[in-house]
C-alpha cells in the first residue's frame, strides 16, 4: 500500500494502522517497507511526531 500524500490523510492512515495493527511505529514502517527516517521527516514537515509511549502519531504543536 502506497501511504498518502496529504499529511492529514498520513497521520489519520497511520494512527489508524497504529492502533489497530502495529506495536509500534518501525513495526509498520518494517512490515510496509517504508524508510522510517523518511517517514518521520515527512511527518515533522507537517506538524506531527510520532509518540512511542502513546504508539500514536501526534500533533507537535
Known amino acids: 500500500m502506497k501511504l498518502p500524500d ?3 490523510m498520513l497521520y489519520s492512515i497511520l ?7 502495529y506495536p509500534s511505529l518501525s ?3 518494517e ?9 518521520e ?3 515533522r514537515e507537517a506538524g506531527f511526531l510520532y509518540d512511542s509511549g502513546q504508539n500514536r502519531i501526534v500533533s507537535s504543536y
Open 6 to 8: 496529504d499529511p492529514n
Open 15 to 21: 494512527n489508524m494502522k497504529l492502533r489497530d495493527f
Open 27 to 29: 513495526a509498520l514502517c
Open 31 to 39: 512490515d510496509m517497507e517504508v524508510d522510517s527516517k523518511e517517514l
Open 41 to 43: 521527516k515527512r511527518l
